[in-house]
């Protein structure tokens, strides 16, 4: 018996195995009998046309930035059986490097905006690979599985933040400690800087009498528009300033109380490029027989002289301290975010001798305390305010500042 078909076959497998030296794809089944009559007999068939896609090197990148991707899977085509491309979402053809039929890269373009995108690889045969495909498959493009791809318009490297967004801006960012953050592209970005509020005074003792000290002042609130390039910057957000020790002697005679501590200066850089700066608040003073000042806001705005709380546009003065404590200086109220409607930078409240401490500027704001019963109270932590002046003990600590941007992606 002839074993013509045999060696037909044996050619067909031998085709693919030596056309330019590329070895058949394991994925192509064959099966080798032997007959009655010893003749080999080989059943073959075409590897699957489609390449597949298992994994990518990376999924996500910066927008704008060089990204080479590497993209293993089965069925890629080396040049001479045909052509393989890459289409990365609406990006078509893109050009890739083959290193084997299980590896290939392509570069992602520079110009694709930030979003989701589809990768997806596709074959097209040509004569070379086998005539018969080329006559059945002639020019047919053939697609892999579809892989996500993000690219990203920043990345926050570090620190403590939230993400938020409204109805005007997808993207609100709040620091609450200090952070770096990379941009990939270049945004009109809004920010709200608050510098770290002023400790309220502490209490003094003259004549076996206490006498009330000054509420901190609050840091300063700055509100603007800056072009935030594809560069990483600095979030540095300034520390409360704590309240002032009180004289902590009730036999003693004739002891000030000390002063509060600054608040800190919140920040952004841009290596060692200052880009923007808000000022902590002064604290408040500390007791003396006396009316004592309220501590000064971060923008330089006095406090209370002992009288009244100073207010001021971007950062409110703490109260005055003495026989009457008195309210501390309003914080400013920003408008451009409705989610953040409340004001930042207030003013502590002074302390008393004998009546009731001032309130702070607001409700995150230290109230002053009184030398009978009423102790003052911190300001809330990230909101700028200034601490709450003593009447009988130490003041209160002033909170720390926030830095919060906010824009469109």
């Known amino acids: 018996m002839s074993c013509a078909s045999?060696?037909?076959?044996?050619?067909?497998?031998?085709?693919?195995?030596?056309l330019n030296g590329y070895a058949v794809p394991s994925s192509v089944p064959y099966n080798r009998n032997i007959n009655p009559n010893g003749c080999r007999r080989y059943k073959a068939g075409y590897p699957p046309f489609?390449?597949?896609?298992?994994?990518?090197?990376?999924?996500?990148?910066?927008?704008?930035?060089?990204?080479?991707?590497?993209i293993y899977g089965t069925n890629f085509l080396p040049p001479c059986y045909g052509t393989t491309y890459v289409n990365f979402g609406p990006f078509k053809q893109l050009p890739i490097t083959f290193y084997s039929t299980?590896?290939?890269?392509?570069?992602?373009?520079?110009?694709?905006?930030?979003?989701?995108?589809?990768?997806?690889?596709?074959?097209?045969?040509?004569?070379?690979?086998?005539?018969?495909?080329?006559?059945?498959?002639?020019?047919?493009?053939?697609?892999?599985?579809?892989?996500?791809?993000?690219?990203?318009?920043?990345?926050?490297?570090?620190?403590?933040y939230t993400i938020t967004s409204n109805a005007q801006y997808n993207t609100i960012i709040t620091f609450t400690a200090n952070s770096s953050i990379t941009f990939y592209q270049n945004y009109a970005v809004n920010y709200i800087v608050v510098g770290g509020g002023g400790g309220g005074g502490g209490e003094s003792r003259f004549l076996n009498s206490d006498y009330g000290a000054g509420g901190g002042g609050g840091g300063q609130v700055l509100d603007n528009t800056n072009i935030f390039s594809n560069k990483t910057y600095s979030i540095i957000v300034g520390s409360g300033g704590n309240g002032g020790i009180g004289s902590l002697c009730a036999t003693c005679t004739d002891i000030p109380g000390r002063n509060g501590n600054p608040g800190y200066s919140s920040q952004i850089f841009l290596g060692t490029n200052n880009i923007v700066t808000a000022n902590g608040g002064q604290g408040g003073l500390g007791g003396n027989a006396t009316f004592c000042n309220g501590g000064a806001s971060g923008n330089g705005f006095a406090g209370g002289n002992g009288g009244t709380g100073g207010n001021a546009p971007s950062g409110g003065g703490g109260g005055g301290g003495g026989n009457a404590g008195y309210n501390?200086?309003?914080?400013?109220?920003?408008?451009?975010?409705?989610?953040?409607?409340?004001a930042f930078g207030a003013g502590g409240g002074g302390g008393s001798w004998n009546l009731t401490g001032g309130s702070g500027g607001n409700s995150n704001a230290g109230n002053g305390g009184n030398a009978n019963s009423g102790l003052p109270t911190s300001a809330k932590p990230n909101t700028g305010c200034g601490g709450g002046g003593g009447g009988s003990v130490a003041g209160g600590n002033g909170g720390s500042g926030i830095i919060i941007l906010y824009f469109n992606v």
């Not at 060696?7 to 195995?17: E, G, T, V």
């Not at 597949?52 to 999924?59: C, E, F, N, P």
């Open 102 to 160: 299980s590896s290939i890269s392509f570069v992602v373009p520079l110009n694709a905006q930030v979003g989701v995108y589809k990768v997806v690889v596709v074959n097209i045969y040509n004569s070379n690979f086998s005539p018969a495909v080329n006559q059945s498959y002639s020019g047919n493009p053939n697609f892999s599985n579809p892989v996500s791809y993000q690219l990203i318009g920043y990345t926050i490297n570090n620190g403590t």
């Open 328 to 342: 501390g200086g309003n914080g400013s109220l920003n408008i451009s975010i409705p989610t953040y409607g409340t």
């Open 50 to 70: 489609a390449p597949t896609i298992g994994s990518l090197s990376v999924t996500i990148s910066g927008a704008g930035t060089y990204s080479l991707v590497y």
């Open 6 to 18: 045999s060696n037909l076959a044996n050619q067909d497998i031998n085709y693919y195995q030596n």
